[in-house]
């Protein structure tokens, strides 16, 4: 089982973009998921994270400026990004909890999608 974002790019400051983590393979269930990002020569951060039942939070500083969705069905998060900065600048990673068939809990985690904040 991996997880996959996708989504980043070069975006003009103020602007919008959205951000895709899907997972594939031999899934039994998808618990937490969540998006942390990480700036150089900064530590990684928590974004947002989102519960299997939807239930959803925000770190502080793009608090207010994300959205974090989910789709079961499609085992698939979402990061709506609105009003974007420069120092919003980072590589955005998807984190997921997966619980396997036999019950055991294993962590996810993609390779991350780069987000360029022009000013």
């Known amino acids: 089982v991996q997880v996959v974002e996708s989504g980043g790019g070069l975006v003009q400051a103020g602007g919008p973009l959205r951000l895709s983590c899907a997972a594939s393979?031999?899934?039994?269930?998808?618990?937490?998921m969540a998006w942390s990002r990480q700036a150089p020569g900064n530590e990684r951060e928590l974004v947002a994270i989102?519960?299997?039942?939807?239930?959803?939070n925000y770190g502080g500083s793009m608090s207010g400026r994300v959205t974090i969705s989910r789709d079961n069905a499609k085992n698939t998060m979402y990061l709506q990004m609105d009003n974007l900065k420069p120092e919003d600048t980072a590589v955005y990673y998807c984190?997921?909890?997966?619980?396997?068939?036999?019950?055991?809990?294993?962590?996810?985690w993609g390779q991350g999608t780069q987000v360029t904040v022009s000013s």
């Open positions: 393979g031999s899934i039994g269930s998808i618990s937490n």
């Open positions: 989102i519960s299997a039942s939807g239930i959803t």
């Open positions: 984190h997921a909890r997966h619980i396997t068939g036999g019950g055991r809990r294993v962590e996810l």
